[in-house]
């Protein structure tokens, strides 16, 4: 499994951007997707996650409203669509693969314990 990410850059708060993930030999049909940011001196923050066997999707209270997580199985890509960009939101953003679902379990799919692959990430910077 290979992530990369892309898109990041400085925007101006208010602002929108939109983050790529790369994710080869992950298995659309299966496996998950989340995002993670980490901001310097903070912990690593998972924000949105996408469960590809069924679309459902998952976001943090600080992102929800805000960002929207999709995915494009032809070009094995899963997007990220910020909007109203906050200073706050600055931080290196990751996206993470994992396992999808296993039966009825509960999963914590913003937890990163759940997620077995990690891309570089790419840095968001937004001015206020």
């Known amino acids: 499994v290979q992530l990369v990410e892309s898109g990041g850059t400085l925007a101006q708060a208010g602002g929108s951007l939109r983050l790529s993930c790369a994710a080869s030999g992950v298995r659309f049909g299966e496996d998950s997707i989340g995002w993670f940011r980490q901001a310097p001196g903070k912990e690593r923050e998972g924000i949105s996650a996408i469960v590809l066997s069924d679309g459902s999707t998952y976001y943090a209270d600080s992102v929800t409203g805000r960002f929207t997580i999709s995915s494009d199985n032809a070009r094995n890509t899963v997007y990220l669509q910020m909007s109203r960009l906050k200073p706050e939101d600055t931080a290196v953003y990751y996206c993470?693969?994992?396992?999808?679902?296993?039966?009825?379990?509960?999963?914590?799919?913003?937890?990163?314990?759940?997620?077995?692959?990690w891309g570089q990430g790419t840095q968001v910077t937004v001015s206020s």
């Open positions: 993470a693969a994992g396992p999808g679902p296993l039966g009825s379990a509960y999963v914590d799919w913003l937890s990163r314990y759940e997620y077995d692959y």
